[in-house]
């Protein structure tokens, strides 16, 4: 039985369509704010009381779509910032980030390293810190290479495209694995898989950094098949022992292999540059024009052109 | 509650202690005032405050001073005038002059904003703004070298210029650096400083290195 003078509203006879969480929350807040809704009720009351029924509907109607308004209002309120602290709330990344100094040494140099039992699953540590530190140095590291081997970015900036690129393999290949991983069945959460890649990088870092100052491509591609080769190594190792059946394996670590190693190769041929331009930087606008240093490539092209050329006369 | 009612000080008891009462800080009284002062006076009271930050950046002591009146004019102001002095500095300058400013203001807020989020997520007690606060002004050294670096480039630039704009700038770095472990680190667990110094140290060589390739039309 309802208290006199504090009716549960009912919600059929008002127009707003509100779904059954706004229920829940008017009637609780209805519940909260009843001495209000009496005085407001008896104010209400003796202004309508020349229609004569002191609780008839018409005075109760407008009163009340008064307080159902504001109660929906603050039922909104409430939820959004509900909503808000649970997704704003950096707390939820916090155990990835619970990591000490040492630890991080440790997994660096374990990305280097190779695991040799692959039959039986490898432990991956779900930690953050590292990844993404490794992902930001990354970032200054091909921020070097760009303006060294000044690449003009139109429509952009230098930063935007360093960081869009770090973060986009690092974000993009770790959830395509993780999709292909889920589809050939093996144990790996996204976690896990954002931490194996991004120590991963680690390579990555090393080799651009050397070879974007010492720039030989014999160098670099010793680097390439050294050093990221090792850390390729590595995670298709720990991928392997997690997952079973040949088709499977060969699916996802083939995958991961190429795009890594490719990943690199990219990353050294787009901000590529000539050795005379280090000097170029040194000495600022006094340099005399330099040389490039001769390439095949002409000889290729004049074969192709010549070729071509040769053919085209042909068909006249 | 009950059994405490016959509870009573007889009066031969001395009571002691001591009593402090906490001074309250005279905001809400200021705030009503300063709406009548004259614009000069804010102003000036503003440049006041940013001025002594300013210095507390250039001898970093283990104060509370920054951290406890946090405000971020002084980082707007060196991010501004750091990113005025490197634009123009690119290749090809006719149409890099835009994206060069926007580069540096990104880097400087997006950098600091990022280290922020680091240090709490490490479990720093170190609030938002007070980070944010903190490293805006370590770019302070950052500016006096970039203002030393326009300076001796228009001198020359052979490799003598070179090697004194290196040294110039990595002693910036290097005290950039410093100045702002000296206020973050300690909000941080003693094992855990080394990861957030590092993020630190990065921000700022990616800033110095900025300096130190900037080379002018």
Redesign the interface.
Same mark, same amino acid.
């Given at each position: 039985l309802q208290g006199g003078g504090s009716a549960v509203i009912d919600m059929e006879n008002m127009d707003d369509t509100s779904g059954s969480s706004f229920e829940d929350m008017g009637e609780m807040h209805q519940r909260m704010k009843e001495e209000e809704e009496e005085e407001a009720e008896g104010e209400a009351g003796a202004a309508e009381e020349e229609d004569g029924e002191f609780l008839g509907m018409k005075g109760l109607q407008g009163q009340l779509g008064r307080q159902v308004a504001d109660q929906m209002w603050q039922a909104g309120k409430r939820q959004a910032s509900r909503a808000f602290s649970l997704y704003a709330n950096?707390d939820i990344?916090?155990p990835y980030? %619970?990591? #000490? /100094?040492v630890q991080?040494r440790a997994r660096l140099l374990e990305s280097m390293i190779p695991v040799k039992m692959i039959n039986f699953p490898q432990k991956i540590a779900g930690e953050l810190?590292g990844p993404?530190?490794l992902v930001?140095?990354l970032v200054?590291i091909l921020?070097?290479g760009m303006?060294?081997s %000044?690449t003009?970015?139109?429509e =952009?900036?230098?930063? =935007?495209t360093a960081i869009g690129t770090c973060f986009g393999y690092w974000l993009g290949v770790s959830s395509f694995i993780y999709f292909l991983a889920y589809l050939c069945n093996a144990q790996i959460t996204l976690v896990q898989m954002l931490s194996l890649l991004g120590y991963g990088l680690f390579g990555h870092c090393i080799t651009l950094f050397v070879t974007y100052n010492i720039h030989f491509h014999s160098l670099f591609y010793i680097f390439w098949l050294g050093v990221g080769g090792l850390s390729t190594l590595r995670m298709v190792a720990v991928l392997l022992s997690r997952t079973v059946g040949h088709t499977q394996r060969l699916i996802l670590c083939g995958t991961l292999a190429a795009l890594h190693m490719l990943f690199l190769l990219y990353l050294h041929f787009a901000y590529h540059k000539v050795v005379e331009g280090i000097l170029d930087?040194? #000495?600022? /606008?006094?340099m005399p024009p330099f040389q490039r240093v001769a390439r095949d490539i002409p000889v290729v092209s004049n074969a192709v052109l010549n070729t071509t050329a040769k053919a085209v006369a042909l068909t006249l | 509650f009950a059994g405490l009612a016959d509870v009573s000080i007889s009066e031969d008891i001395p009571v002691e202690g001591e009593i402090t009462v906490p001074v309250g800080s005279q905001s809400p009284d200021e705030d009503f005032s300063t709406l009548d002062e004259p614009v000069r006076d804010t102003i000036l009271r503003d440049l006041k405050a940013v001025g002594k930050k300013f210095v507390h950046v250039m001898y970093p002591k283990k104060s509370s001073t920054l951290l406890r009146d946090w405000d971020l004019w002084g980082p707007l102001v060196l991010c501004v005038s750091l990113a005025l002095m490197l634009q123009g500095g690119s290749a090809d300058s006719k149409d890099d002059g835009g994206p060069q400013f926007a580069e540096v203001f990104v880097i400087i807020w997006f950098g600091a904003v990022v280290i922020t989020l680091n240090s709490k997520l490490l479990g720093g007690t170190i609030s938002f703004f007070q980070s944010l606060c903190v490293l805006g002004y370590c770019v302070l050294p950052l500016t006096v070298a970039m203002l030393v670096c326009r300076l001796v480039l228009l001198a020359g630039s052979g490799t003598v210029s070179f090697i004194i704009r290196l040294i110039v700038v990595a002693a910036m770095f290097g005290w950039s650096t410093l100045a702002s472990t000296a206020f973050l680190a300690d909000s941080q667990p003693p094992n855990r400083k080394a990861l957030v110094v590092y993020p630190i140290s990065l921000f700022y060589f990616v800033i110095s290195w900025m300096i130190l390739t900037f080379t002018p039309q």
């Open positions: 950096i990344l916090r980030f %619970d990591v #000490e /100094p991080v810190y993404l530190m930001f140095t200054a921020l070097h303006k060294t %000044d003009i970015i139109r =952009g900036t230098l930063m =935007g930087t040194l #000495e600022g /606008p006094n | -």
